[in-house]
């Protein structure tokens, strides 16, 4: 797997400004937490259609994805790859894809690593080992994110939030992880520090807006 180029993401984020901004009204918080330099890893909660592309769009660097590889089909495969986005089988990642990843950090770019692994309850409640590998990898601080209002209306494609109503992104303060981690205890407890922390994160969130109905 080829790494994906700078110019796409650019270009990505570009596009997913101007869609999203003109269909929704969106709020950005805490961008600053974002390192304006160096490799950093957004972390997300997931639990609407449109968050890929909203993070796209408000991160104040542009950004890669991984994102599953049932969306690299057709016209929004070749799409998705043109604007620097990574396809990930969530059951079988392989060697090219962890190297294309570790090379977007190793490359000082901004990787997006969604801790549940799918999209879903949106609480962190489940986090695979996957974000924590490549924080301890790359030695790349990690960047909480929260998304409120993203499925305020259900998590069908139905569910999608109504034109103009207000999407919320959240970045939380960046978590440094111990450095030289290679075991699978070491995996497992930088594990746990990701989620206590995406954890109290997204309750801070929840605490300045009314939960989302489920």
Known sequence: M????????AAGRWIATGLLRTLWSVRVDGADHVPAHGPVILAPNHAGFIDAPLLMATSPRPVHTLAKRELFRGPMGWLLRGVGQ???????????????????????????????????????SELRTGLAWFALRSGAPVVPVVFSGTSSRGRTLGGMPGLRSRLDVVFGPPVHLPSGGRTRAALDAATDQLREALVAHRQAVADTRPEEPT
């Open 2 to 9: 080829t790494l994906p180029t700078r110019r796409g993401a």
């Open 86 to 124: 990574i396809p990930l089988d969530r059951d079988d990642p392989g060697r090219g894809l962890l190297k294309a990843g570790v090379g977007v950090l190793d490359d000082g770019r901004v990787l997006v690593v969604f801790p549940e692994g799918t999209r879903g309850s949106g609480d962190f």
